[in-house]
């Protein structure tokens, strides 16, 4: 009942004249980002961060900037689908499994109905997933109560050792790309003994640390840009859709053959969504193959099968709030984009993790209360105009390109007013850019930087606890178990390795 | 790609080392320190300032190790790959983006963002993109317009100016 009452006080709020036109930006601007092929939420929640400086000097709290960054992130899982189904591109990572039967529905005409059954399926995955998160948060939140530092740097190093054992990327880079982001967020003075580390050829730049922003700014803002402008060469074709009223009814009608993909993708996408390294691309992708499977008609997915987008959509939009659970309860990020929402969380003098639910729930339930109304707000824009988001997809990219490098290079400046920072910003996105080509990934980069300036202060004050004694994360109850797990899953890789090898060296066998 | 996927690994574990090296630092406040000292669990203290770092650069270097054994046995895809690392339109993208990027960062230090914006944004629309001079003026003004007000006027937050400083006396006078 207290929850119930908490989420009505936090939806009040939420629907207060500021913070309401925040989220409605925040979602046009999602939607937009979310939509635009190479943009994706993490991209608009990288590059708009500094921005919402301004809304915390106007509303002089945190609530307002997060509804708006959280509102971006909703939109974006809405707004994939969009160029998904129009171009085949997807719009984002999260709707790549959109374009399977989004785009041959928009080929054989049926465009308008595929566009509302992302819309519809991307509400009701949100709508689920948001009475999940009501129902699961406090309880989590209120067990990470009682973690001691041993646990929680515990919990950190299932959160690496899960990209490592279930991120699907290259094994020595993956683990390459957590270690470079761990060291980077040493650099600057140690807050233990105050003495100075890494501070590369005596530049004072260096003696402030590595700032979060410069670096998620430079990946998602420089690195990812370079990227989308070397491999969208091609341009591509957008198919006519029919956006009367008449149309949208009768898609409205159609999506009744759409509940068992939504379903799917709603609990399916939520759990996924909780585990660091998976998020909304992953879990889109094993709805869509649960909805196959589970299929009496297997063979029309990939040829328009409504249940095709709906699985996909409902899942992406679930893992985006199941991303939320554990940064809001544990303090650590579920997704990159989540991990740039944790970073503005420090930024804006929050300190994320189970005590945010006790000694700020001014902030948690407003936000909490946001992501339904966001949920709202999105599918109306979404399905109010579609028109608009059609025409804005034929923005050349060459129109927005240097935008959004002006908004990079403008957004780090004014963040930190240094310009150290800028220069930092545009040598590490020209490298994130050749380590993108070569298949190093960024994610676990940029989730390491967030969590190492947590996870070194715990990992030390432990062993110092412990008189340097590693057994200390074996031999506490809740500590040693999720060790465990975290080692399983670290040595994952080579479990398969060894598998596999004894599966060939069998099958070679006469 | 199979070059540079090597090439970069060498670069990657050099660059690990000299992480390693320089976590190995000793504060130069107290010369009594050897350097190497911090990287281990020090007596009453727990692990030393070098121990997180000093580690993690060394499981860097692993990594980068691991990369070039698993590029001599051709087991990751960019090892196996017979394209080029970047081709010719790779090229002159990263020359004239990534150049204009860096031109644009020059360009700040002299003319201030105020100097350098329209300027990059006129380079990328009119010479890269083709787009028309109208289309192309528009944008950039705008886009200037908009960042003086936002940051200058409105979040009280100056950007540097450079040499165009004393051109935005008169603007102040009338808006702050």
Not at chain 1, 31 to 57: K, R, Y
Not at chain 1, 213 to 226: D, F, K, N, S, T
Not at chain 1, 484 to 502: S, T
Not at chain 2, 62 to 80: A, D, F, H
Request: net charge neutral; with cysteine.
């Amino acid at each position: 009942m207290d929850v119930f009452i908490s989420l009505l006080d936090g939806i009040m709020v939420a629907l207060e004249p500021m913070n309401l036109g925040l989220a409605v930006l925040g979602v046009v601007v999602g939607l937009f980002v979310g939509a635009m092929p190479g943009l994706g939420s993490v991209n608009g929640v990288a590059i708009l961060l500094p921005f919402t400086f301004v809304i915390q000097s106007f509303t002089g709290g945190a609530t307002s900037p997060m509804i708006f960054l959280a509102a971006i992130y909703y939109g974006a899982m809405y707004g994939g689908a969009i160029s998904s189904i129009t171009l085949g591109i997807p719009g984002a990572s999260t709707a790549v499994s959109t374009t399977f039967d989004g785009r041959p529905m928009a080929l054989s005409g049926r465009a308008h109905i595929a566009l509302v059954a992302a819309a519809l399926a991307s509400f009701a995955g949100g709508t689920i997933s948001n009475i999940m998160f009501t129902g699961f948060a406090p309880i989590l939140a209120s067990v990470a109560l009682s973690f001691g530092d041993p646990e929680v740097f515990a919990l950190m190093l299932m959160a690496f050792a899960t990209f490592i054992g279930l991120g699907g990327d290259d094994i020595p880079k993956t683990i390459f790309s957590i270690c470079i982001g761990l060291v980077l967020a040493t650099v600057g003075f140690d807050i233990v003994s105050g003495e100075p580390r890494l501070i590369f050829f005596d530049i004072t730049g260096f003696s402030h640390g590595i700032r979060f922003l410069v670096l998620a700014i430079g990946v998602y803002g420089i690195g990812e840009m370079l990227w989308t402008i070397n491999t969208n060469r091609y341009g591509s074709s957008m198919t006519q859709v029919d956006v009367s009223a008449r149309n949208i009814i009768d898609a409205i009608k159609e999506f009744r053959h759409a509940k068992r993909g939504t379903l799917i993708g709603s609990f399916l996408g939520f759990f996924v969504g909780i585990l660091p390294a998976a998020g909304a691309t992953p879990g889109a992708l094993m709805a869509y193959g649960v909805a196959k499977l589970t299929s009496k008609d297997q063979s029309s997915f990939g040829k328009g099968n409504i249940n095709g987008i709906a699985a996909p959509e409902a899942a992406n939009n679930s893992a985006s709030t199941g991303a939320m659970l554990p940064m809001m309860t544990l303090g650590i990020p579920g997704s990159p984009t989540t991990a740039v929402l944790l970073a503005g969380m420090v930024i804006w003098g929050l300190q994320p993790g189970p005590l945010l639910f006790t000694n700020q729930p001014d902030f948690v339930w407003p936000l909490i209360g946001s992501f339904y109304i966001s949920n709202v707000i999105a599918v109306l824009v979404n399905l109010a105009f579609i028109p608009v988001f059609l025409w804005m997809l034929r923005m050349p990219f060459t129109i927005l390109a240097p935008m959004i490098f002006v908004l990079s290079l403008v957004g780090t400046y004014a963040a930190y007013l240094d310009m150290f920072d800028v220069s930092l910003m545009v040598l590490v996105g020209i490298a994130a850019f050749f380590l993108r080509i070569l298949d190093y990934p960024v994610a676990p980069a940029v989730l390491a930087i967030v969590l190492g300036p947590i996870a070194e202060p715990k990992l030390r004050q432990s062993l110092l606890f412990s008189d340097g004694d590693f057994s200390i994360f074996f031999t506490r109850p809740i500590a040693g178990p999720i060790t465990v797990i975290a080692l399983i899953l670290i040595l994952l890789p080579l479990i398969k390795f060894i598998k596999n090898k004894f599966i060939t060296k069998k099958a070679e066998q006469p | 790609m199979r070059k540079a996927e090597l090439v970069t690994a060498i670069i990657l574990g050099i660059l690990s080392l000299c992480l390693m090296w320089k976590s190995g630092e000793a504060p130069a406040w107290d010369p009594s320190i050897a350097r190497f000292d911090n990287i281990g669990l020090i007596e009453g203290e727990g692990p030393g300032s070098g121990f997180w770092p000093f580690w993690l650069s060394f499981i860097m270097f692993i990594c980068c190790i691991w990369i070039g054994i698993n590029w001599y046995r051709r087991t990751s895809p960019p090892s196996q790959s017979e394209e080029v690392f970047l081709d010719g339109y790779g090229q002159r993208m990263l020359f004239v983006v990534g150049g204009g990027l860096i031109g644009f960062l020059i360009v700040i230090y002299i003319l201030g963002f105020y100097g350098a914006i329209p300027l990059f944004i006129i380079y990328y629309m009119r010479y890269l993109g083709r787009h028309s001079w109208k289309l192309s003026g528009t944008i950039a003004v705008g886009m200037t317009v908009f960042c003086f007000f936002f940051f200058d006027i409105a979040m009280r937050i100056v950007l540097p100016k450079g040499y165009l400083e004393p051109l935005f006396i008169p603007l102040y006078d009338i808006f702050l």
